[in-house]
């Protein structure tokens, strides 16, 4: 009986141990599943930040990121707070992000929650210098610009209070201004989500966006413009918002420009703007006036703004571009006052479940910008620029591209215009985003082949070929000279002839070039040009009508002949 007992009681020991020590493994994976905090990698590149509540709707973006070998880590606030010392919760993310960079390398941060879960640093700005136009004269906005700027010029931690008295980022306020250096230490985004659902609904998105290759897709080399006249009689009569968008689409070559302008009538109905959007694009430029929930811009020196009713959030929500998902970069005011409105005209685009945009880029408070051709040289309309150029110069990243966009825009003078434009300029989507292919771009093509002189509206056919280098499918776009890119044509095997057919209706002399992408979306140069004359000119002209004249009346040689 007491060997039986005995057997009994070990048995039921190894059981116990073997239960416990199921669990314990159990929990142990638990734990690294749920990426709460880094495992044994040496170096990261994103954390992600949010409340306890979300972790498990974020889980499967994390898993992806991983998949695509961005290393990512979720940190939550709760963990935050106990763990890291700050005289308030902000500050406290602040070293945190801080320890992150330091520790693990980070370039990214994505901010997951809205304003009364994860809040901004609130500016205390007071300007009365004269402006082109009326000001205000204080400025309390929120900023995430304040997590991006770990380090002032000295290397140390900067709390954007550099003289002590708890009120921070201070411009001329009661007299006193903190130092700020401006230049970002890594590239954070914000998701404002409010609930789980619009959690889930941006995990989603942000899935499928770079599961397809967005930038690889036919759409998304459509760009779409919005623009109007925006500082109405100014000196030197400029349509201030398309003079911009001309140069950004002379910026963002071989993207097919879709111009909602005043100037051209299609600002008479907001619909035009969401049957645009609808049709997908990789980018859209909202240049303009707005507020928390509209957009709208002036006809030329007019008082009248375009178009009718605006264009509101009601139409944002309108959207039905499910799967063709752009990222909208805007200069007006207000759109992103995500921590008074959870509705606001910005973060209503990227939380639209049927569509909307994958990323929205724009400011929280008030744009100042000059008036006439000086438009481009300061405000948000100067990174607008910066961006463009920068997309084209091969940025693959959502966050590299705000966040390079702020360090080319230096060197500031730390004016008014310049504090305000980098301190409210918010990234709403997710900074480690993938906008761009990694491939070789395609070899410039020779320049086109075809007739260089004509008549017009006849069709002549040209051709165009060129190598990849990766032997990736090609595509072709022709820039006809007569302000007419159709668009992007293919695939084409690498090394394959391409020929196409085009008219002129007009008059002219035109430069016919040419250019190719590849699969993933790599871009070669433009060709050098073929010269093309439409139509032939006069001496030509006149050789073809004494040819014809004496091949029907060879008697008229004679008479020539016995003449001279």
């Not at 707070?81 to 941060?109: P, T």
């Not at 090609?474 to 057919?501: A, H, M």
């Not at 093309?532 to 004494?546: C, D, E, R, Y």
Request: charged share 20%; glycine share 6%.
């Amino acid at each position: 009986m007491k060997i039986k007992k005995i057997i009994v009681i070990i048995s039921l020991f190894v059981f116990v141990i073997s239960q416990t020590i199921e669990v314990t493994a159990l929990d142990n994976d638990a734990r690294s599943n749920n990426s709460l905090t880094p495992s044994n990698i040496d170096d990261y590149d994103m954390v992600i930040i949010s409340i306890s509540s979300y972790t498990d709707s974020i889980q499967p973006l994390i898993n992806h990121k991983n998949s695509l070998g961005l290393s990512t880590f979720l940190k939550t606030t709760d963990e935050i707070y106990d763990q890291y010392e700050g005289r308030d919760i902000v500050e406290k993310i602040k070293y945190f992000i801080k320890e992150a960079k330091e520790k693990y390398d980070i370039n990214y941060v994505l901010i997951i929650g809205g304003a009364l879960d994860i809040p901004g640093r609130y500016t205390h700005i007071y300007f009365d210098e004269p402006f082109d136009y009326p000001t205000p004269n204080e400025w309390v906005f929120t900023s995430d610009f304040y997590y991006a700027d770990i380090y002032d010029q000295t290397g140390s931690f900067s709390s954007w209070d550099s003289n002590e008295n708890n009120i921070f980022a201070e411009y001329k306020w009661n007299g006193n201004t903190d130092q700020i250096d401006l230049v970002p230490d890594v590239y954070v985004g914000r998701l404002a989500c409010v609930d789980e659902v619009q959690v889930q609904n941006c995990v989603n998105k942000i899935i499928m966006y770079e599961t397809i290759n967005s930038w690889e897709q036919e759409w998304f080399t459509n760009m779409i413009l919005i623009a109007g006249d925006g500082i109405p009689f100014d000196k030197e009569e400029v349509d201030e918002s398309e003079y911009l968008q001309e140069i950004i689409i002379d910026h963002m070559d071989g993207f097919i420009p879709n111009c909602l302008w005043a100037t051209n009538g299609r600002l008479s109905n907001a619909d035009n703007i969401n049957e645009a959007i609808n049709e997908g694009a990789g980018f859209v430029f909202f240049n303009g006036h707005g507020s928390h929930e509209l957009w709208a811009t002036y006809l030329h020196n007019s008082h009248i703004m375009v178009p009718p009713g605006y264009y509101t959030t009601y139409h944002i929500n309108q959207l039905t571009n499910n799967r063709s998902l752009p990222i909208v970069i805007s200069d007006a005011c207000h759109h992103l006052q995500y921590d008074k409105y959870d509705d606001c005209f910005g973060w209503s685009f990227v939380s639209n479940p049927n569509g909307g945009s994958i990323a929205f880029i724009g400011g929280s408070d008030v744009d100042l910008a000059y008036a006439g051709t000086r438009i481009v040289e300061k405000g948000i309309e100067k990174i607008c620029l910066k961006m463009s150029m920068l997309y084209q110069n091969g940025i693959s990243n959502l966050g590299d591209l705000w966040g390079e966009s702020l360090i080319e825009y230096q060197p500031v003078e730390n004016d008014i215009v310049d504090l305000l434009t980098i301190l409210q300029n918010h990234l709403i989507g997710d900074p480690s985003l993938k906008i761009a292919g990694g491939s070789l771009p395609p070899d410039k093509p020779n320049h086109p082949t075809g007739p260089s002189q004509g008549k017009i509206k006849i069709s002549y056919e040209f051709s165009a070929v060129t190598n990849d280098p990766d032997n990736d499918s090609l595509y072709y776009l022709f820039d006809w000279g007569d302000n007419s890119l159709i668009d992007w044509v293919g695939p084409f095997k690498s090394g394959e002839l391409y020929k196409v057919n085009h008219t002129w209706e007009k008059q002219g002399q035109y430069q016919l070039k040419v250019k190719a992408k590849d699969e993933h979306g790599a871009q070669s140069e433009w060709s050098d040009p073929l010269i093309v004359t439409m139509p032939k000119n006069k001496a030509i002209n006149s050789q073809l009508f004494f040819r014809n004249i004496f091949q029907h009346f060879p008697f008229l040689v004679k008479i020539l002949n016995k003449i001279q």
